[in-house]
């Protein structure tokens, strides 16, 4: 199966990826998605574009993984595993991982796109950086 990964050092700490992760106002904001329920089930509505229902299946303090549990094309079942480390000069290392694909198809392709984009806008919230709206 084809898999997504990406990864980044951002000058923030765990703790703070972690909340970007974990809290609903912080995934509005770097998701730039109208973002509702939570904390183990959250449904992300991205304007002009699809929506997303993830379900929390773990988290501790190095990473949380989410399901798909209702998306466009195949993403429905696949799985994103956000992995976080200790990085050199007190950054910290975020790993993502996005499982489950059945082929690196078109769609598999726009996903890859916007996890690097989605990632760079996490760095930023974990870093404290204000993200503004469209």
Request: proline share 4%.
């Amino acid at each position: 199966m084809a898999q997504i990964r990406h990864e980044l050092k951002v000058q923030a700490a765990r703790s703070d990826v972690l909340r970007a992760l974990t809290d609903r106002m912080a995934l509005e904001r770097w998701n730039r998605a109208t973002v509702s329920g939570g904390p183990q089930e959250w449904t992300l509505a991205y304007p002009d574009g699809p929506t997303f229902c993830w379900k929390v299946i773990a988290a501790t303090q190095d990473g949380v993984t989410w399901r798909c549990t209702d998306g466009p094309g195949d993403a429905k079942g696949t799985e994103v595993t956000f992995e976080i480390s200790p990085a050199d000069k007190g950054r910290t290392q975020i790993q993502v991982v996005h499982r489950g694909w059945g082929e690196a198809d078109e769609n598999f392709a726009k996903c890859n796109t916007l996890w690097a984009v989605l990632l760079g806008r996490l760095a930023l919230e974990a870093e404290g950086f204000e993200i503004k709206k469209r």
